[in-house]
């Protein structure tokens, strides 16, 4: 193992003598000033959330349906429901603008039997709502599926990166073909 150490020695030895401490600082400062900015534009995953499960113990049976985890929309849904937080089930709260990206899920309504395709969509411009959070992953594909992945912060592509609350939007009726 003495050669290796003699490799390594060698190397290090050469990397001194060609680079400057004050080299090494700036590039040290470049890798981190780019790791800052590009870290907020990358997804991440808020499935830490899960834990908290299904919302509200007994304040849940007072709620209304579409404040409530269990509720026919809410089949595949990640995150703070906008109808908790401000908004309604299919709109975003005031001070907040819908995601530019989604995710969709498909939800059987047990009133008329049929199975309608909805899209979930992220409220993004203020700090979490921190109420009715829901995790129910009915359907949900890998990551490499992203239209079908929930996990991911979907106000990347919007003005501000930051999450509040996730509403969903009948897009119309699921086909059997």
Known sequence: MKWLDDVIERSTRAAAQRTSRRSALARMGRLLLGSAVALPVLPFDRSAHAAAGHGGGAAKSKAPADQQCDYWRYCAIDGYLCSCC???????????EPSKVSWIGTCRNPADGKDYLISYYDCCGKNSCGRCLCNTNLGERPAYRITLHNDINWCMGSTSTMFHCTASLVVGIADKK
């Open 86 to 96: 401000g908004g309604t089930v299919n709109s975003c709260p005031p001070g907040t």
